[in-house]
């Protein structure tokens, strides 16, 4: 591509992912109820559709919608309106086919790395014998190179560690989809870019459908295969859906190389720029 001509971000890409369709939303509302006894609204008809084998970001601004939108992939926020479905299913509840990996690790305390896993896998996998539970966790322990600290607790450990143990949390009760809430946003860039490649790897590893929010615009492109950007003007909505032209597996010196990895981020600061202006003006006029 010509770094002269700039990625069109002004439709949404017609490039459909290989795999099947997995996760459908279809006319989705949310609403809350207020103090005052009035409603607010987040999202008032809102289509999406994840495929198998997709790694998914997804942009905005505070109040956009983002981590309202996973929660409630994640079963964890009911549903107003619409519907939401995995391979056909109703999604009304939290389940072992969806598994969540939050910002602040939600570690149990006093149970060790190992203890943390096992108790996941012995809550999904009671079929398995204790053999096979015990080999399940130290497999993914080890997938996430903390074989070291399998019998330390969350308290000796340093945040990258803590994010390690959640995700090999979720993946090890083996989720057809991985949904990720900006699990990097506190971590030091070093230890970010790090647990990004990992993350990657593991996507390579296990051919695993991810829906990750963030706001970094960088992680989304090093990372996603589509970029979703919400907006939030009366209620929160898909502003744009961006295909990310690279293939995988990634290499980060390469992107950052790369004009089109330059052309495409500085669009979508701008589109997000735009929405946010939009958002205010909006606001100041009513």
């Given at each position: 591509m010509n770094p002269m001509n700039p990625i069109n971000t002004d439709k949404i890409s017609d490039n459909i992912p290989s795999g099947r369709p997995l996760l459908e939303i279809r006319n989705l509302a949310k609403s809350f109820q207020l103090a005052n006894g009035q409603s607010s609204v987040i999202f008032d008809g809102l289509d999406l559709t994840i495929h198998e084998n997709e790694f998914v970001a997804v942009l905005g601004h505070s109040g956009s919608g983002k981590s309202t939108l996973l929660r409630m992939i994640a079963g964890l926020e009911s549903v107003t309106g619409g519907n939401i479905s995995l391979r056909g299913q109703a999604?009304?509840?939290?389940?072992?086919?969806?598994?969540?990996?939050?910002?602040?690790y939600a570690l149990l305390p006093w149970l060790s790395v190992y203890g943390n896993i096992r108790l996941a896998v012995d809550e999904?996998?009671?079929?398995?014998?204790?053999?096979?539970?015990?080999?399940?966790?130290r497999e993914h322990i080890a997938m996430v190179h903390l074989e070291d600290a399998a019998d330390k607790k969350p308290g000796e450990l340093?945040?990258?560690?803590?994010?390690?143990?959640?995700?090999?949390r979720a993946l090890a009760v083996q989720p057809l989809l991985l949904l990720m809430d900006e699990p990097l946003g506190a971590l030091d860039p070093f230890t970010r870019a790090r647990l990004q490649d990992q993350i990657l790897e593991l996507y390579y590893q296990r051919h695993q459908t991810i829906v990750l929010v963030t706001h970094d615009v960088e992680e989304a492109l090093v990372m996603a295969d589509r970029i979703i950007v919400l907006k939030a003007e009366e209620t929160a909505s898909i502003g744009q859906v961006l295909k990310v032209p690279f293939g995988h597996p990634r290499d980060r010196k390469a992107l950052r190389e790369d004009p089109r990895f330059h052309s495409l981020r500085n669009q979508t600061l701008d589109l997000l720029e735009r929405y946010f202006d939009e958002r205010k003006q909006k606001a100041h006029v009513g």
């Amino acid at each position: 591509m010509n770094p002269m001509n700039p990625i069109n971000t002004d439709k949404i890409s017609d490039n459909i992912p290989s795999g099947r369709p997995l996760l459908e939303i279809r006319n989705l509302a949310k609403s809350f109820q207020l103090a005052n006894g009035q409603s607010s609204v987040i999202f008032d008809g809102l289509d999406l559709t994840i495929h198998e084998n997709e790694f998914v970001a997804v942009l905005g601004h505070s109040g956009s919608g983002k981590s309202t939108l996973l929660r409630m992939i994640a079963g964890l926020e009911s549903v107003t309106g619409g519907n939401i479905s995995l391979r056909g299913q109703a999604v009304n509840k939290p389940g072992k086919d969806r598994m969540m990996v939050f910002q602040n690790y939600a570690l149990l305390p006093w149970l060790s790395v190992y203890g943390n896993i096992r108790l996941a896998v012995d809550e999904v996998m009671k079929d398995r014998s204790a053999q096979e539970r015990d080999s399940i966790v130290r497999e993914h322990i080890a997938m996430v190179h903390l074989e070291d600290a399998a019998d330390k607790k969350p308290g000796e450990l340093s945040g990258g560690m803590k994010q390690r143990v959640g995700i090999a949390r979720a993946l090890a009760v083996q989720p057809l989809l991985l949904l990720m809430d900006e699990p990097l946003g506190a971590l030091d860039p070093f230890t970010r870019a790090r647990l990004q490649d990992q993350i990657l790897e593991l996507y390579y590893q296990r051919h695993q459908t991810i829906v990750l929010v963030t706001h970094d615009v960088e992680e989304a492109l090093v990372m996603a295969d589509r970029i979703i950007v919400l907006k939030a003007e009366e209620t929160a909505s898909i502003g744009q859906v961006l295909k990310v032209p690279f293939g995988h597996p990634r290499d980060r010196k390469a992107l950052r190389e790369d004009p089109r990895f330059h052309s495409l981020r500085n669009q979508t600061l701008d589109l997000l720029e735009r929405y946010f202006d939009e958002r205010k003006q909006k606001a100041h006029v009513g």
